[in-house]
């Protein structure tokens, strides 16, 4: 089998994805997972439907083209605002999408039209990210007009914090987003389908606070996936962390000697052993490198640490370990 390569236990993600709408769901907040980050691979999204999972969400319509054309049946939301240049595919693909330009939202509304469907449309509000998001204020009279355009249906109302800023979910900007989803509600006589609380960095928030509001919906990947809580890196309690297993060759392995910078072209080149012999480092080099992988946010599973990574090589301090 060639390296490197993913290895995806689907069993335990089927298990995580229905831990996660089990744990949301029993405060009533349902969950679309978030398909970006296996590039909306049938056969994972299908392990995660099999979880009970039937709201898909990305960021790409080509990936929801993917995931429909592989027969997956579920809702499917687009997460990131659409492209002008894509605006008919994603009438097209997409049942949901979210937005924040009015004039973004009337190409929807024009081609919903020219297509026959109806769109429906979470407005993002921005409440500290500084990434996507209409201004607090701005959001009643963008509602306003978003509920006589044709072909588009008000759904909801969102936000989503701890992706480019450090502004993490909280009882106080939760409660904003409830705020305004109330007064949407009120003003407009309508229930919104969505009030999206934000991604897998709400899990602090949602475990803590004895008032969800009226949050109501949650888009959850990587936590999902991965099994840990986003903003502290720790394991969330019944979920699997070790899905994704990266296998990849060892291609050399050494005892090389540990020196300063100034010594080592020396040290080397005269196999200066009185310093291999007071404590020479046990290296593991991996075919696998920068080009490949974040190397920061991967951790050897077969032992040692991660000493350095270049774009095709990762090295591995590996002294006492069986490599
Ligand atoms: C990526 C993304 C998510 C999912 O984030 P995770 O941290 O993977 O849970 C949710 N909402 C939006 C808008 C996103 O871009």
Redesign the pocket.
């Known amino acids: 089998m060639a390296a490197p390569r993913l290895e995806i236990d689907l069993a335990k993600l089927t298990a995580n994805a229905r831990r996660t709408l089990a744990l949301y769901g029993a405060r009533g907040i349902s969950v679309t997972a ?1 398909t ?2 296996v590039c909306g691979s049938p056969k994972v999204v299908e392990a995660l439907v099999a979880g009970g999972v039937r709201s898909l ?1 990305d ?1 790409h319509v080509s990936n929801i083209r993917r995931m429909r054309r592989s027969g997956i049946a579920a809702d499917f939301m687009l ?2 605002s659409p492209m002008p240049s894509e605006v008919r595919r994603v009438i097209r693909w997409a049942d949901v999408s ?1 937005n924040t330009e009015l004039p973004a939202i009337r190409m929807l509304s024009d081609e919903a039209v020219r297509q026959g469907k109806m769109h429906r449309v979470i407005l ?1 509000v921005e409440l500290g990210d500084l990434r ?1 998001g209409i201004l607090p204020h701005d959001v009643e009279p963008a509602a306003a007009e978003v509920v006589g355009l044709p072909g588009i249906e008000l759904a909801g109302v ?1 936000t ?1 914090l ?2 480019l800023g450090d502004v993490v979910p909280d009882e106080a900007s939760m409660g904003i987003l409830s705020e305004i989803a109330g007064r949407l509600q009120r003003r407009h006589g309508l229930e919104l389908e969505f009030v999206s609380g ?4 709400n899990y602090r928030w949602f475990v803590s606070t004895p008032d969800l509001g009226l949050i109501n919906h949650l ?6 996936v991965l099994g840990r809580d ?1 903003v502290t890196g720790q394991p969330i309690p019944g979920l699997h962390t070790d899905a994704f297993t990266l296998v990849a060759e060892v291609i050399e392995v050494k005892t090389k000697p540990v020196c300063s910078r100034d010594d080592r072209l020396l040290t080397v080149s005269r196999s200066h052993t009185c310093r291999l012999h007071q404590g020479g480092m046990r290296r593991a080099l991996l075919a696998l490198g920068r080009q490949d992988v974040d190397c920061a946010s991967i951790r050897p599973r077969a032992g040692g640490t991660i000493a350095g990574a270049t774009s095709d090589h990762l090295v591995l301090n590996a002294t006492g370990e069986q490599l």
């Open positions: 978030v970006k980050g969400a960021a997460i990131r979210v993002m996507e969102g989503n701890a992706c934000g991604n897998s960095a888009r959850i990947g990587e936590s999902m986003t």
